[in-house]
């Protein structure tokens, strides 16, 4: 089940840690987190899933920033959440859809436990202009049946920026 607005501002403080938190962001059933002003892009081709990708780091300025069309840009969420015994997800807000871009490819699950800021996969399928704090995306809860095992991954855990992709460290384990 989803919570309802009400039910995620009855968890603020227990199981849902949103900082900073605006109470005109809430939603009947989700909350509004806003794109911080700097982005990631791989600045190296092509990727190697086994290396670190070099990026170069974009800083969206006041007049915004044009993206453009077949290129990934990594952002982040200015707020940074934390989530206990629910299942945060992500979706983008379908204002922002309906301009042509898309706020993750494929990671817009969250697990119990995480505490961080978002990373967002940005794509856009036209050019666009986008602007730092804009409402990008919304976060929603989903309750749990069972055993609850919070998300311990030293990879993504408690992270402080926008994060590329770290699926290399999984080949340093074999």
Known sequence: MILTGREILKKLGTDIKIEP?????L???SYNLCLDKDLLVYSSFPLDMKKP???EKLTIPEEGLLLEPGKLYLGRTIEYTETHNL???LEGRSSIGRLGMF???TAGFGDVGFKGFWTLEIQVIHPLRVYSGVQICQIFYHTVAG???E???GKYQGNQGIQPSLLYKDFEKK
């Open 147 to 149: 055993e609850i095992e």
């Open 103 to 105: 706020v993750h490819i």
């Open 151 to 153: 998300y311990k991954s």
């Open 87 to 89: 299942v945060p997800m």
């Open 21 to 25: 938190y605006n109470p005109d962001l």
């Open 53 to 55: 990708n070099p990026v």
């Open 27 to 29: 939603n009947p059933n």
